[in-house]
């Protein structure tokens, strides 16, 4: 049995703004970098496998709270929000005829116009989750977890999450063979410790 620890990255100035980030390559924003870099993998994670999503705010992240550069994937890059991305999600909500639904009412094969279906985002992902051979931090996107922790739960986007996504927190998911088991509460990032 392997075990994925998913870490969302920081901040950015799109994220603070409620802009659709998708596959645009956002930075992280200088109060993220300033949190992040006062943090640290807890142990065991520290000495984990350290993968991120090659965009710029996931990998930073990633070396700023593991001290070491990781390995990158393009698997774990975001869902493609095509025409969205770069507006804000409120006002599309606000568009009766956007097309634009919270969460719980997408089902699999909700797609942006342009975008991903999440059933599309979760075919490129679980072949690089059965790559996995050792117990391993992936540092990706919203949108990466929510497949991988909807598929861990069972949940087919109809209805409330069982789950909540928060940053600074690792979402720990057990896998065996094609199973994904999520363990009850995530693990906290600590503290930095002064040099």
């Not at 520290?46 to 001290?67: I, K, Y």
């Not at 861990?152 to 998911?173: C, E, M, Q, T, Y």
């Not at 995530?186 to 002064?194: C, G, N, S, W, Y």
């Amino acid at each position: 049995m392997i075990r994925l620890a998913l870490l969302r990255h920081g901040h950015t100035e799109w994220n603070r703004a409620g802009r659709i980030q998708g596959r645009s390559d956002i930075p992280l924003d200088n109060a993220a970098r300033e949190e992040l870099a006062a943090q640290a993998l807890p142990a065991p994670w520290d000495r984990a496998d350290l993968w991120s999503s090659p965009l710029f705010r996931a990998a930073e992240t990633a070396r700023l709270v593991a001290g070491r550069a990781p390995e990158t994937a393009d698997e774990l890059i975001e869902m493609d929000w095509g025409g969205w991305e770069g507006l804000r999600g409120l006002d599309l909500k606000a568009d009766p005829n956007s097309g634009f639904c919270d969460i719980e009412h997408w089902g699999w094969d909700y797609r942006p116009p342009g975008g991903e279906t999440p059933a599309e985002v979760w075919a490129r992902i679980e072949p690089w989750l059965e790559r996995l051979t050792r117990d391993t931090v992936a540092v990706c996107h919203i949108g990466i977890m929510r497949m991988i922790l909807a598929r861990a739960h069972g949940w087919d986007f109809d209805g409330p999450a069982p789950f909540r996504i928060k940053r600074n927190r690792l979402f720990v998911v057990e896998i065996d063979g094609a199973r994904l088991t999520p363990l009850p509460e995530p693990v906290r990032l600590i503290p930095k410790e002064a040099p």
